[in-house]
């Protein structure tokens, strides 16, 4: 409850809104500009809401000062004649420029709800496609979407509790008071992005780069329902837009990149790697450099953030894609795991090797012979951890058919690796199932190549036996040394001299 209080006090500005309106060639006009509202004051017959004098969008505090006034209903579309609908139009999109605060759930609770209902009735126009909205109500329309959805959002569960990695309860997950409103405001947008009657020359005006920017900025949101709709419609936008894609994947990059080497804090990076999947998907062969450049400066350094656990799942989906595409870049997707593969983290490690396996599900041999020598000394040591999980997860990766055929071609390299550990696990492992699963990664490993496996066995011996007399002979040192000391203490001389 205390964290909800402090984040209605304090709010955050969109990143974009930090930056030179007109950097990146980004035009200053695309700046939303509110548009004038007339409302009935309760003191007055009617009041008029404009932008300031720079033609700057209202902040929070203007805009909430707003929610005082009274609005009035409006006709409904089909009280009035096809000819008028058009400028109806307008005028309800006027009234839904109203923004309200949420904080405070009876105030203004009557305009709150004229607003909502004006807000489904445009969005029931739109859906009947009854009529094709002009090119100034398509401005006016994504004006009014601009000054609902691009907000402040308010500080993460981490920043009031100076918790590192929290992983906010259910009980405590912030969900965002104004979506009564917000929900139908997507709606509209999403249904103005997919629509056919949507010219995508005249559209791109509106929905620009500044939009763009914009809306990822609000993937830090902190509740899903937000991130969810965002999605769909940064997806949709995507497909809809062929010139903005270079520029999306770019921004989606330089999320990617603060979150990593600066931040390790956004909410949305699981809903943007879901929309890459779908994009990586359909990348066309050859791959561009482009492509292969973001999988190896973006994607997997992605593995290096503690919060992994909370996007892997599509962050795997998008690597294993890579692979599937151009095989040849298996080998820098495994050193890339390698480089970034956890010390300490039982959990991470888990995550690692369940990535691992698919990805070498799609890698060839001579991919496979690049790598295998790094590749299995670091599962050697998975095998050895004294966590039940990651040695099971480990043990697991010879249950996979391919993974043992690429396995089985290399032997000669692979099996005087792995062995040690393997015997290591059946002399001293704790779990009884470790023992089980290593007892029967052996038996392949024998019915594979018997004298290899002889061989590798003999070798061990004779390290061990080596090992045991260098111990020996380390112990005898110390009873010399120990012995010697006792000889010089007990002739008075308090100074021993070792050679």
């Known amino acids: 409850m205390l964290n909800r209080i402090i984040k209605r006090g304090h709010r955050k500005l969109p990143k974009s809104d930090l930056s030179d309106p007109n950097s990146n060639g980004h035009d200053p006009s695309s700046r939303v500009q509110p548009s004038t509202v007339t409302v009935n004051h309760a003191s007055r017959p009617s009041a008029t809401a404009t932008a300031n004098s720079n033609g700057a969008v209202l902040d929070r505090g203007d805009r909430d000062s707003l929610s005082s006034d009274i609005i009035e209903p409006l006709p409904m579309f089909r009280d009035v004649p096809v000819s008028d609908r058009q400028s109806l139009f307008m005028r309800k999109l006027k009234i839904c420029c109203v923004v309200f605060d949420f904080a405070d759930a009876g105030k203004s609770a009557r305009e709150k709800e004229i607003k909502r209902l004006t807000l489904l009735e445009l969005l029931d126009f739109m859906q009947s496609g009854s009529s094709k909205i002009t090119e100034p109500v398509q401005e006016e329309l994504v004006r009014m979407i601009s000054i609902n959805i691009f907000r402040c959002l308010p500080p993460a569960s981490h920043e009031n509790t100076a918790i590192d990695n929290a992983e906010p309860e259910e009980d405590d997950m ?45 993937f830090d949101s902190e509740d899903p329902r937000e991130r969810e709709y965002l999605k769909t419609i940064l997806h949709r936008i995507y497909g809809k837009f062929m010139v903005h894609r270079p520029f999306m994947r770019r921004a989606i990059s330089n999320i990617f990149y603060r979150f990593i080497f600066e931040t390790e804090r956004y909410s949305g990076i699981a809903e943007l790697l879901e929309i890459l999947g779908s994009i990586i998907n359909g990348f066309a062969l050859p791959m561009k450099e482009e492509h292969k450049l973001f ?155 018997n004298e290899l496996f002889e061989e590798c066995q003999r070798q061990y011996q004779e390290k061990e036996a080596q090992a045991k007399v260098l111990v020996e002979k380390r112990e005898l040192t110390w009873k010399r040394l120990e012995a010697a000391v006792a000889a010089k203490t007990g002739s008075g001389d308090g100074m021993v001299m070792v050679n």
């Not at 992005?193 to 809306?215: G, Q, Y």
């Not at 490690?349 to 698919?358: K, M």
């Not at 990766?397 to 015997?423: K, M, T």
């Open 295 to 449: 999988l190896v400066r973006a994607l997997i350094p992605l593995h290096k953030p503690k919060s992994i656990a909370s996007y892997h799942q599509q962050l795997s989906y998008c690597i294993t894609q890579f692979v599937e595409k151009d095989y040849k870049l298996a080998d820098i997707v495994i050193r890339g795991l390698l480089k970034y593969w956890p010390v300490t983290n039982c959990p991470k490690e888990v995550l690692f090797l369940a990535e691992l396996e698919e990805v070498l599900e799609g890698t060839q041999s001579a991919e496979f012979q690049r790598c295998m020598v790094p590749l299995f000394r670091q599962i050697a040591r998975c095998l050895n951890s004294s966590h039940f999980q990651v040695a099971e997860r480990a043990l697991f990766l010879w249950n996979n058919d391919h993974i043992v055929s690429l396995i089985a071609q290399n032997r000669n390299v692979i099996f005087p690796i792995i062995y040690e550990a393997l015997e290591k696990n059946i002399q001293s492992h704790w779990s009884q199932a470790i023992h089980g699963l290593t007892a029967n990664v052996q038996k392949m490993f024998l019915e594979m190549d």
């Open 174 to 218: 912030y969900l965002e008071p104004s979506w009564p409103h917000l929900q139908i405001v997507y709606d509209l947008l999403l249904r103005y992005v997919v629509s056919s009657d949507t010219d995508t020359k005249v559209a791109k005006r509106f929905i620009d780069h500044s939009f763009v920017l914009k809306l990822l900025d609000l």
